[in-house]
């Protein structure tokens, strides 16, 4: 089962996490950093770059794959997750910006793109670790529900409810492009260690979804169960609908020192 880890805020998952990706580079120099976008990841983004400068780590080799981007939007748009992932992840950290791939939106290739993709993923060895957010609809990725739970990266049309909560990164809603390429369920869940984040109460039906609801395509990230290796780190109300909640917090209360997540 996942790991769930109840922390007081989005500052405080970050801090976990940062000294999980540092353990991870300092193991592996070119770690494969599988890279969210959204407002969710932000504060472990800020909690690495921090580390990274006080401890003059380097990540000259680090690379990094996004989840996902939009289709359409013209090369250099503000919002475009190429611009987002070098503005939030890659300027901050001091990343070869060459190392750092974003799925291609651009509609003259968007057939290929996704293969693309995926073999680039195949020749860096696979994603050692993948930052997920999760959507209130439970999307992770852009893997709207109903997405197959074996998909690759591929095209996919935005629900008008995403469109509505990315509306706010937009001028208006009919700037939100109706089209994504996302990696696939079946991408993320190849990642060797998966790290979903979520915070808020907005967000507490789709943990509780994923987490202890049933496997279905219905709710993408409920595929997380198939994973070996899950961790879940909530606040208190992006948690409060998780049935099992004591005993996750009883099991991280005596979780071996050793361990890490
Ligand atoms: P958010 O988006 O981090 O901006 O809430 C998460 C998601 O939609 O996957």
Redo the contacts with the bound molecule.
Sequence with gaps: MAEVVVVPDAQAAGALVADTLVALIRRKADAVLGL?T????LATYRALAERVRAEQLDVSAVRGFALDEYVGLPAGHPESYRAVITREVVEPLGLNPRLVQVPSGDPATITHAGADYEAAIAAAGGIDLQI????RSG???FNEPGSSLASRTRIKTLTEA?RI?NARFFASIEDVPTHCITQGIGTILAARHLVLLAFGDS?AAAVAAAVEGPVSASQPGSAIQLHPHVTVIVDAPAGSQLGQLAYYEHAWAHKPAWQGI
């Excluded at 959204?38 to 990841?41: A, D, E, F, Q, R």
């Excluded at 997920?132 to 959507?135: A, D, F, R, S, V």
């Design positions: 969210a959204g407002s969710t990841p997920l957010g999760i959507g999307h992770i990725g995403t909560d967000k």
